[in-house]
């Protein structure tokens, strides 16, 4: 399958060297200044001033994507909202407002509003599903499917501008990080400075080791085995949250669709390779395969639909859901295209709960 990856570029308020910078650290989102400057040919008080003014200004931040084992009990939910006329906004803002909403956007085609949930309790699931979300003021009807895997994640969409000589040192980097001996983490839900370094790394997939020895006051040895030690676990996986707009990618769309059952996972994983995808997941219900993806403009969004899902055995139909406005992702509101000033990365309901875990 040969996928259409090129097109026109919206206006966007980041200049050439702001996209190498977010590409860079998409690859390598806990590397050093010293080492960015050299894949990006600047300085590194150039690099440094450059990711502090996108940071102030709310269009980026590295945060740590936690593990759903870590994030909540169970797996998440896709939900598909239909709204009463014109209240569409207004309900995606409700939900916005639910601990356990992870995504939520305002869309058009087959849903309203779409959003993804996870309770931080199993014993939520059915509250939250058949009476909070269906009671919600403006709410006509919701439909919901459990995610039963992901083949993509959104730490994993890469945006196409780094050559691959740059790519080959962010790539040394990761690997030496990742062959660091560290001390063994301790089994099961982490507790204790494992779960305090969590809630860290997932407000700040950058913060260092000798940040989190002064933040939580303890040794700096301790600081960093634990930080390695999460970090290779793959409890939290530092991704780089910014709009996709901002990138240079005006549409993004849910697809989801209806797959033959011995293609299921087929489907799922050659999706996961296309260029648009930013998160795939296999489901329990009547769209076996959710894509989100996002495309430089319509024609790019019409070549996936009839060009690379035609190629795709097993597909039988779809469903889009054009986003129009994200308000919520990973936990982290949105205003207008940019983080909102207020929130955090991780619902604080699941951060209490999990002590007691």
Not at 144 to 157: I, M, N, P, Q, Y
Not at 333 to 344: C, H, P, Q, V
Request: aromatic share 4%; proline share 6%; hydrophobic share 40%.
């Amino acid at each position: 399958m040969e996928y259409v990856t090129d097109g026109p570029h919206d206006e966007i308020p980041l200049d050439e060297d702001d996209l190498d910078l977010v590409a860079a650290l998409q690859h390598a989102p806990r590397a050093p200044l010293s080492l960015l400057a050299e894949v990006l040919g600047l300085s590194a008080s150039t690099v440094g001033r450059r990711l502090t003014r996108l940071e102030s200004d709310r269009l980026l931040r590295v945060i740590g994507q936690l593990d759903w084992s870590v994030s909540g009990e169970g797996n998440p939910w896709h939900v598909w909202v239909t709204a009463e006329p014109g209240r569409a906004p207004e309900v995606a803002r409700r939900l916005a407002e639910l601990p356990e909403a992870t995504l939520v956007a305002v869309t058009a085609g087959q849903a309203d509003v779409y959003c993804s949930v996870q309770p931080a309790r199993r014993a939520r699931t059915r509250e939250l599903l058949t009476r909070t979300i269906p009671a919600t003021p403006g709410v006509r009807s919701a439909r919901s499917e459990l995610v039963l895997g992901a083949t993509a994640k959104s730490d994993t969409w890469r945006l196409p501008r780094l050559t691959e000589d740059q790519r080959q040192l962010l790539a040394k980097h990761l690997l030496s990080a990742a062959e660091e001996p560290t001390a063994p983490g301790t089994p099961g839900p982490p507790g204790g400075d494992e779960l305090r370094t969590l809630r860290l790394l997932a407000a700040d997939g950058r913060i260092t080791a000798a940040q989190v020895s002064r933040e939580l006051g303890i040794g700096s040895s301790t600081a960093y085995r634990t930080t390695q030690s999460l970090l290779q676990r793959g409890l939290v996986r530092p991704r780089v949250e910014i709009e996709p707009g901002l990138l240079g990618y005006a549409l993004e769309a849910v697809v989801a669709l209806t797959v033959s059952p011995g293609a299921i996972q087929r489907v799922a994983e050659a999706l996961a390779r296309h260029p648009s995808a930013r998160y795939v997941s296999t489901t329990a219900g009547n769209f076996c395969v959710v894509h989100q993806g996002v495309f430089r403009d319509e024609d790019g969004l019409a070549a996936f639909l009839t060009q690379d899902l035609a190629e795709l055995p097993g597909v039988i139909s779809f469903d889009v859901s054009v986003v129009l406005e994200a308000l919520r992702r990973h936990w982290l509101n949105r205003e207008d295209g940019r983080l909102a000033a207020e929130g955090s990365p991780t619902a604080g309901s699941k951060e209490d709960t999990q002590e007691d875990t």
